[in-house]
């Protein structure tokens, strides 16, 4: 066959759930050999399109073809029998298994009667040495962190022959540095012939590995054209339908000189190591650092979700924190970075999740309804979710709009400190911009922010400082002018900070 | 492993009417007029008195378990705390007789008793369960044999008896009422309204369904999920001693046979009313209306020769299932 077949295509694809129809006679071709990209806004039926490749969902109406030949998947087995392997934008990892069993499951390597488990160790530690990942293969998929998560799920991919793989937001919580380790599997694979697609927010990566782009808006393709023809700029303007000014706001603000949080050789048994550093009012501090540096660990401490030793000071106040309850009461608050299991309930709707926080609030002594709805609709103005129906389970919004509830969830609890942990996971560029504008609004009120991010750019251009871990302790601190990439992947990687200095 | 989800045509009937919402009160409905077709004494004030009377203890004690099962846990043991907490009110009475004399006060003084060994059993549940972080089918598995043993052993494998003038003068608590409506009757209602409203009003009900649904999520977001949880046991504990004090005025004697297999009828009750048995969603007028179709279920096989009474069970047993395969339903659909 030539390169002029597709290896999967889909032809006037239309999908609803109930009443609401979400996708619109979407047609894309998928070549052998070739790296797609799809993108467009949180909402705009991403992962819904992919679903349908991959299986997972059945189209109300239109052809999905394989190699030409128009098929209708009753399950992903049946597609995956055909050589489509798709990840998940939302994990799909058992929690209770261990990496290597969630590597092989459904695909177990077999002596006989019985479990080949060395073929299967040996095989897992390849896999996650090629991808530069070193998660224990006999840990629990629960105990380990988000990025290693996603490291499981493309090994579990690479594993499968794939004729065509389907990547929802691969990179969405991997830094730049293992988005690379990825996408040398990207090269390797188009180099070998196969198909594959991927979503993504993050644009100038879109524009470096990809070879087409096709932009969704509101169910329906808008564009398709190969990536050469277009710049990070037109691919957002093309998502947006409007142009994009600077991502950034500009801090106006003033930095108040009180120091709001005081932390001082903050240990976490496993994973940190005396970290201290000092939190003034009103300003945005970054955290960065490799994956497995500890950022998030000892954030998790901090609030009292990990058990913990060392000093904790707020507004100069010796404060003891054993639960995220004690936490909240001194005004300090925070926002997961894994959103499905520990930051939403899924089988619940929206109103109930955005007020779970803060509750309280809302019970007089009985739960004052109407009040949760008027903060339901401030949470949706605000924070732009794209919800198709009020009452549907938060499980079913788009992935980038159960990140914005979150958000919402969050700073509906009006805290005094807040810290963020990978804020815009998933969320659209246009809508990133306005989740930077509030995180800076809030400052310039007195709120006082941490935001940990394994994007660079990002935590560049929001913090005012920026603390770099690197194995479980501070490696360094960047702030002004010094607040280069360069300078920050330098710490985070132990190569010596050249002209930084390093924090007490 | 997962299947294509197959298309819901946009022709869908509303979601407000929905069958996981009207199964058990069609169920109910039709239930009321079989029997009211099969046997004409079926509505009549007395049998209806008797059947809700009678679902009253299992009712009571169902609707503490609603908030048990939905924030996830589980307990075996209230039929044998039942029987226990019934012996202990017996022995109480019993030995204070000689001091107080027969009258309204040892009486109130026997209720002030179940209701604290209610409180403590379900504290020691709750304890066990999340503080000591052992699976509540295990620990409840336990105190269910601890009670049972317990109340054999406190009445010598016999049987306790109320005095027989403590008897008389506390009769009246399930044998009458107001305006034609016995106690236990007013006791369930009451305490189904107030469920009803803690579950649907509060934040302890809201904390309930998020705990049984993810707890992690419920920690992540500030709830006190241990203290929520053991709360539930406490509450259930609590109800339990309230149906106790309503049970001993019917017999006035307590024995190892006294509560058999009342966990079983309450968690059925639960799950036939749509609560989820693996927690994070409940409904407390849901279990009302569970109790009252499993007693109708034994009313109406007493009430007519059709089918044996002995098949009761089967019945019971059938209608649990089909109640567990219309809540899968739901959960495909979400
Ligand atoms: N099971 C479902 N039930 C109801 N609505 C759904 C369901 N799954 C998706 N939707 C809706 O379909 C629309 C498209 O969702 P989809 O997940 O495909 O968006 P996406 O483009 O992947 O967005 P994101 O960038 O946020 O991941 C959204 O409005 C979403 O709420
Ligand atoms: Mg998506």
């Known amino acids: 066959m030539t390169s002029a077949t597709a290896a999967l295509s889909l032809e006037g694809i239309d999908r609803s759930f109930g009443p609401v129809q979400v996708l619109f006679g979407v047609a894309i071709d998928l070549f052998p050999g070739e790296v797609h990209a799809l993108i467009g806004e949180n909402g705009a039926g991403k992962s819904t399109t992919m679903k349908i490749m991959g299986g997972y969902l059945s189209p109300s109406h239109g052809t999905v073809s394989v190699g030409g030949e128009p098929v209708r998947f009753r399950s992903s087995d049946e597609a995956e029998a055909q050589g489509i392997v798709m990840i998940h934008q939302e994990f799909n990892l058992a929690e209770d298994l261990t990496v290597e069993e969630n590597v092989f499951l459904g695909h177990e390597l077999r002596k006989g009667l019985f479990l080949d488990k060395k073929a299967m160790r040996e095989e897992t530690v390849a896999l996650l040495d090629r991808l530069d990942c070193r998660v224990d293969p006999k840990a629990r998929v629960r105990d380990i962190s988000t990025p290693d998560k996603q490291m499981v799920e493309i090994a579990k991919a690479l594993r499968r022959d794939a004729r065509v793989l389907i990547m929802d937001e691969p990179t969405a919580v991997l830094t730049n540095r293992e988005a690379e380790v990825l996408f040398e599997q990207v090269d390797r694979l188009r180099s070998q012939g196969v198909a594959l697609l991927f979503t993504s927010h993050k644009l100038d990566e879109v524009k470096r590995i990809s070879d087409r782009v096709t932009v969704m808006r509101d169910g329906h393709v808008v564009e398709s054209r190969p990536t050469s023809e277009l710049t990070a700029d037109s691919m957002a303007e093309a998502m947006v339908g409007r142009e994009l000014s600077n991502l950034f706001p500009k801090r106006s603000a003033e930095i108040s000189s009180d120091i709001a949080l005081k932390v001082s050789n903050l240990t976490v048994p496993g994973h940190a190591t005396d970290v201290s550093f000092e939190l003034r009012r009103g300003e945005v501090l970054g955290l960065s650092g490799l994956i497995g540096s500890g950022r998030t660990e000892t954030m998790e401490g901090l609030v009292g979700l990990r058990s913990h030793e060392g000093t904790v000071e707020i507004d100069g106040e010796a404060v003891k924190i054993t639960s995220p309850r004690d936490a909240q009461s001194r005004g300090l608050v925070y926002l997961t970075e894994d959103r499905k299991s520990r930051g939403l309930v899924l089988n619940m709707g929206l109103r109930e999740n955005l007020t779970l926080q803060s509750l309280p609030r809302f019970a007089k002594p009985f739960l004052d309804q109407k009040a949760e709805e008027e903060a339901l609709d401030k949470a949706i103005k605000d924070f732009d979710i794209r919800a198709p129906d009020r009452s549907m389970k938060a499980g079913n919004l788009s992935g980038g709009n159960q990140q914005k509830l979150l958000v919402a969830k969050i700073m509906l609890a009006e805290p005094r400190i807040v810290i963020i942990d990978e804020p815009t996971r998933g969320i659209d560029i246009g809508t990133k911009q306005q989740i930077y504008e509030f995180i800076h609004h809030l400052a310039a009120e007195g709120v006082s922010v941490i935001v940990i991010s394994s994007e660079m750019t990002e935590v560049i251009g929001l913090a005012d400082r920026i603390i770099v871990m690197r194995q479980g302790r501070v490696a360094g601190e960047v702030s002004g002018a010094e607040k280069t990439e360069d300078a920050i992947v330098r710490l985070a990687m132990g190569l010596g900070a050249r002209e930084t200095e390093t924090t007490a | ?334």
């Open chain 2, 1 to 334: 492993m997962s299947t294509a989800e197959t298309t819901s045509a946009p022709t869908q009937a509303p979601r407000k009417i929905n069958i996981q919402v009207l199964g058990p009160i069609i169920a109910l409905v039709v239930l009321v007029i079989v029997g009211a077709l099969m046997n004409s004494n079926f509505l009549s004030y007395a049998n209806v008195t008797n059947v809700l009377a009678r679902s009253a203890f299992i009712g009571i004690i169902a609707v503490g378990m609603t908030f048990v099962i939905t924030a996830g846990g589980l307990d075996l043991s209230v039929g044998s705390m039942a029987a226990f907490i019934a012996g202990l009110m017996i022995l109480v009475m019993n030995y204070l007789l000689p001091s107080m004399g027969n009258g309204v006060p040892i009486i109130l003084v026997g209720m002030l008793a179940a209701l604290v060994a209610g409180l403590a059993a379900g504290f020691l549940n709750g304890f066990l369960i999340t503080n000591m972080r052992i699976e509540a089918f295990i620990v409840t598995l336990g105190t269910m044999g601890i009670y049972r043993s317990l109340v054999t052993w406190l009445a010598d494998g016999g049987t306790l008896s109320l005095d027989f003038g403590l008897r008389q003068t506390y009769r009246p608590v399930y044998y009458e009422g107001i305006l034609g409506i016995s106690w236990p009757i007013i006791i369930f209602a009451l305490v189904a309204i107030a469920g009803e409203i803690v579950m649907r009003k509060t934040a302890f009900g809201r904390y309930c369904a998020a705990i049984g649904s993810n707890d992690q999520v419920a920690r992540y977001s500030s709830v006190d999920v241990g203290r929520v949880r053991i709360l539930t046991y406490i509450l259930l504990g609590v109800l339990v001693g309230v149906a106790t004090i309503m049970y001993v005025p019917r017999l006035g004697s307590a024995s190892s046979s006294t509560g058999v297999l009342w966990e079983l009828e309450a968690i059925a009750a639960v799950i036939i009313g749509g609560t989820m048995l693996k927690g994070g969603f409940g409904r407390v007028w849901g279990t009302v209306v569970g109790v009252l179709i499993l007693s109708l279920i034994g009313n109406i096989l007493n009430l007519t020769d059709f089918v044996s009474p002995y098949l009761n069970g089967a019945i019971q047993g059938v209608i649990i299932i089909l109640a567990v395969i219309l809540q899968r339903g739901r959960k495909a659909e979400g």
